[in-house]
C-alpha cells in the first residue's frame, strides 16, 4: 500500500444538522491522526469556518472526554454561501493556505456533496456520513441513527404512560427529513399500531381508521400512530381520528431532541471505526472518499460513485411493521 508521506495535517469540520456521535468522530480522527504523526485543524462551523478560515488546532488533550458527549464541539452549521462559485473558491483557497492535505467533512447528504463539491478544485476529501436520518444511499449505517431512536423510544416509552390512563390515541411526529427509516424503527421498537412514512402512500380508513377500529375490539385501549415528519396532508390526522374513531388524540411532535444527548454504544462505535477508517485512507493516499457501512463492515468508496446511490427502506423492515402493526 502507498503511504502519503506528504500527509502533514489533516482538517475536519461537522456540518449540517448534528448528530449523537459526531464528537466521536471528531475524538477518533484527532487521536488516529496522531498515531500517525499528523496534525489537526478542526475547522468550526462546518464549510462557514472553510471560508472565514475560522480554525482551532486540536492536540490530544482537547479531544478528552469528547466520546460521551453530544452536539459537535466544532459547532455546525448550513451554509449557502459554499453553493457560490465564489464560496466554494474561497474554502478551496482556505484549504491550501492553511496547509490542509486532506479534509475530513462529517455530515449528512448535503454536507457529503458539499466534499463532492470541493473536492472538484483539489481538495481531497473524505467523508463520514452522519446524521439522524439514515437517508444517506451509499452507506447501510449513518452515526446518529441509533441514539436518535432510542432517544425517542424513551420519550414514547414515557408518552404510552400518560396516554393509556386517558386511553387516548397518540400521533407522534419523528425527524427525517423526507425519509422514513426513523419513524419506521421507532414505531416497531414502540410497537406502534401504525406508521406513516413519505416513500408510501397512505390511506386513512385502512391504514389508521380500521386499525384502531379493530385494535379496540381486541381489547387495546391506547393506539400508537408513528409519523415522519415528511409525511404530507397530515395537518388534519388528529381530527380525522376523533372524527372516524371518537378517540381523544394528541398531538406531540418531538422535534431537535432528537438529535441531542449522549450518543449510544453503537454510535460511539461507528463513529470511532469511521474516523479511524478515514485518516487511513487519507495515509495510504486514497483520494476522494466516503467512508461507509455494508452489514457491519467499513469501506471506502469513490465520493462520486457514493454520491449517486440510492437507499429505499429496508423491505424486510416495512413487511414487520406492517404484520407487527395489524393486531
Ligand atoms: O437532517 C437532520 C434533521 O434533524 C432532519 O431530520 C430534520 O428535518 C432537519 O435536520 C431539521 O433541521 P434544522 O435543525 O435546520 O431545523
Do not use: W
Amino acid at each position: 500500500m502507498k503511504t502519503n508521506t506528504a500527509l502533514r495535517r489533516i482538517g475536519i469540520l461537522t456540518s449540517g444538522g448534528d448528530a449523537p456521535g459526531m464528537n466521536a468522530v471528531i475524538r477518533a480522527v484527532t487521536r488516529t491522526a496522531h498515531h500517525h504523526g499528523i496534525s489537526v485543524l478542526g475547522i468550526k462551523r462546518g464549510y462557514n469556518g472553510l471560508i472565514h478560515g475560522d480554525v482551532v488546532e486540536l492536540d490530544s488533550q482537547s479531544v478528552n472526554g469528547l466520546i460521551t458527549r453530544g452536539g459537535t464541539i466544532l459547532y455546525t452549521a448550513r451554509c449557502p454561501e459554499f453553493n457560490t462559485e465564489e464560496g466554494l473558491k474561497k474554502a478551496a483557497d482556505t484549504v491550501r493556505y492553511l496547509g490542509i492535505d486532506g479534509l475530513i467533512v462529517a455530515g449528512g447528504d448535503g454536507t457529503l456533496r458539499g466534499g463532492l463539491d470541493i473536492s472538484r478544485l483539489g481538495v481531497n476529501v473524505v467523508g463520514i456520513p452522519c446524521t439522524i436520518d439514515n437517508d444517506v444511499g451509499c452507506t447501510h449505517y449513518t452515526i446518529g441513527f441509533d441514539s436518535a431512536c432510542n432517544t425517542a423510544v424513551e420519550a414514547i416509552d414515557r408518552l404510552r404512560d400518560t396516554m393509556q390512563s386517558h386511553e387516548r390515541c397518540s400521533i407522534v411526529e419523528v425527524m427525517g427529513r423526507s425519509a422514513g427509516h426513523l419513524a419506521l424503527y421507532v414505531a416497531i421498537a414502540c410497537g406502534a399500531s401504525a406508521v406513516l412514512v413519505p416513500e408510501l402512500p397512505f390511506d386513512f380508513e385502512k391504514d389508521i381508521a380500521e386499525k384502531i377500529r379493530k385494535g379496540r375490539i381486541r381489547g387495546r385501549s391506547h393506539h400508537l400512530i408513528i409519523v415522519a415528519e415528511g409525511v404530507a396532508g397530515i395537518s388534519h390526522l388528529g381530527e380525522q381520528i376523533k372524527d372516524a374513531t371518537g378517540m381523544d388524540p394528541r398531538v406531540t411532535i418531538l422535534g431537535h431532541i432528537q438529535r441531542g444527548g449522549m450518543p449510544t454504544a453503537r454510535d460511539r462505535v461507528t463513529a470511532s471505526r469511521m474516523g479511524e477508517v478515514a485518516v487511513k485512507a487519507l495515509v495510504d493516499d486514497k483520494k476522494n472518499r466516503v467512508i461507509t457501512m455494508f452489514k457491519s463492515e467499513m469501506q471506502e468508496i469513490d465520493i462520486e460513485e457514493a454520491l449517486a446511490m440510492k437507499k429505499d427502506l429496508q423491505p424486510s423492515m416495512l413487511e414487520a411493521a406492517y404484520v407487527l402493526t395489524q393486531s
